[in-house]
């Protein structure tokens, strides 16, 4: 039987924090960089939470009721998270929504509506059965809400009204990336703990653990988030997209660069992530401009330098806030070609290779 685990760089902030159970709030939003194990982090405090013989504040591994949680069906354990969300963790049912809910390829068939990316209020709603019973260990009941940015505006105020009379002996761990697009009603009802960071030394270290080869560079791509380059050593060839690559070697040269072409290979991604890698170069663009290191693509060190020598502090400054704009818009847009190929040349432009920014 094994225990849900905390990350090493988790294990000494988890026991100070577990140590006053006995005295818990009823409610805690657990938030910091993404990509750090803040999901794992609170799968693992509800491990604890439930344990019936904790050590040292941690789920002891043995008992049945961590025996449960290990198998995925501890009655006292509930996950509420987006049905894609659900889906990607394997999920065959969507559990969240109780006696209610419909399986998962009905829900997904094309039949019936696709999976929501939202925490819909019906799954906060269905909880109502669940708090009306008594634990079936005689200890508390964790529901955990993940990310806590899915929440609608209707499903966080029947949140609310749920934790302004908390039902006894339950606890909500709240997940969060950035706890300022939450409600602050919402925010006001629940304890903060806010999970650091890990040095470079630590994460590289279990990242070398994992078998990672070259984790200084996964690292870096991640921002410094050792799960996500994990996460992202396991799924992509390189840390640096290759067509990142190419673009930012067109940029330094000047000429010879295939807009169209490269419109075409990111436009088959979702915009939401290719634009990030657009913001986290000229972050590091902006980052060399001001004679510190970069953050992402060390490996692109040749081709930033020039950059941010040819482009003004203004210049880097401005096209930073558009492409947040265009971060904004990401999911609205109607023809993902015509959207990536525009704002490819709008930095085209701004890195002097066209003759105006494209509109």
């Known amino acids: 039987m094994s225990a ?30 993404a990509g750090i194990g803040k999901r794992e982090f609170v799968f693992a405090a509800a491990a604890a939470l439930m344990c019936e013989s904790p050590a ?55 039949s019936k509506r696709a999976p929501s990316k939202d925490i819909r209020v019906e799954q906060i709603r269905s909880l109502a ?6 634990t079936h260990r005689s200890g508390f009941r964790v529901a955990l809400i993940y990310p806590a940015e899915a929440l609608t505006h209707i499903s966080g105020n029947a949140l609310l009204k749920v934790l302004e009379e908390p039902p ?4 909500f761990l709240l997940v969060a990336d950035a706890p300022d697009r939450l409600l602050p009603t919402l925010l006001s009802r629940c304890r903060r703990l806010p999970l650091a960071t ?12 994992q078998k990672i ?53 990111i436009s088959k991604e979702p915009a939401s992530l290719w634009i990030e890698l657009l913001q986290r170069l000229v972050i590091d663009m902006n980052l060399k401009a001001h004679g510190l290191e970069v953050r992402y693509f060390p490996m692109l060190q040749k081709s930033l330098t020039v950059l941010c020598a040819r482009l003004a502090v203004a210049q880097l400054s401005e096209l930073a806030d558009w492409l947040n704009q265009q971060r904004r818009v990401a999911g609205h847009t109607l023809n993902g070609k015509l959207f990536a190929h525009a704002v490819l040349q709008r930095i085209a432009a701004a890195c002097q290779l066209s003759s105006a920014p494209a509109r």
């Open 168 to 171: 006894p002996a339950t606890i």
């Open 198 to 209: 890990p040095s470079a030394e630590i994460a590289q270290a279990w990242l070398a653990e």
């Open 213 to 265: 080869i070259n984790a200084a560079a996964w690292l870096a791509a991640s921002g410094g988030a050792p799960v996500l380059a994990k996460k992202m050593a396991e799924t992509q060839p390189e840390p640096c997209p290759e067509w990142l690559s190419t673009f930012a070697t067109s940029l330094e040269k000047g000429s010879g660069m295939n807009v169209g072409q490269l419109a075409d290979t």
């Open 4 to 33: 849900a685990q905390f990350f090493p760089w988790q294990v000494e902030v988890a026991q100070q924090w577990l140590a006053q159970r006995e005295r818990f709030a009823h409610a805690w939003l657990v938030h910091g960089l």
């Open 56 to 110: 040292n504040g941690l789920a002891c591994g043995q008992c049945l009721a961590c025996g449960w949680v290990a198998k995925g069906n501890h009655p006292d354990l509930k996950r509420i998270r987006p049905e894609t969300l659900a889906l990607e963790e394997g999920a065959e049912q969507d559990e969240d929504e109780g006696s209610e809910s419909a399986p998962v390829a009905e829900v997904t068939g094309s």
């Open 129 to 134: 059965p669940w708090f009306n019973n008594a």
